[in-house]
């Protein structure tokens, strides 16, 4: 008895680690500028509103290939001192899995910072389940930023 006990133990943890293994961090516009920074990929920081030309498609789990969303980010690119120079490029969303959860374009909306990966020509916006490459837009968030980004002086916010 303690052996099904046992097994039925095992099953149920082993079913249940999809549903606790993903934790996010919260959105903030210092950890995405740092994250930018201190990849071994170029990066534009941008702040701006993405538009999608068409409905957002999801990536499937089940497949490992990431999907492509064609959208336009209208804003303005990181300077020494500002958002100062004007962006409005076409931007390819790519969505992807970790697991079960899935990144998207869908729901990127509003003023937003977004960290822009460059590949040749191409302007790439990462979806990731966590969305660690946009953040919503808030004047405090966007004085951190520029904070971090002037002095190398980067507060994280306080939750």
Known sequence: MIRLYFAAFLVLMTSLSPAIALSCLRPDAVRLYEQARDSEHSYLIVRGRLDLSRPAKTPDPDNPLPTFNPANLDGGALTSETFGVVFDERVLVLATCLGPWCGSAEGIGGER???????????????????????????????????????????????
């Open 113 to 159: 910072i977004f960290a822009i990966r460059i590949e040749g020509d191409l302007h790439i916006l990462d979806a990731d389940p966590c969305g660690s490459y946009n953040v919503p837009w808030s004047k405090e968030s966007e004085e951190r930023l520029l904070e971090c980004h002037r002095t190398g002086t980067c507060v994280a916010p306080e939750f």
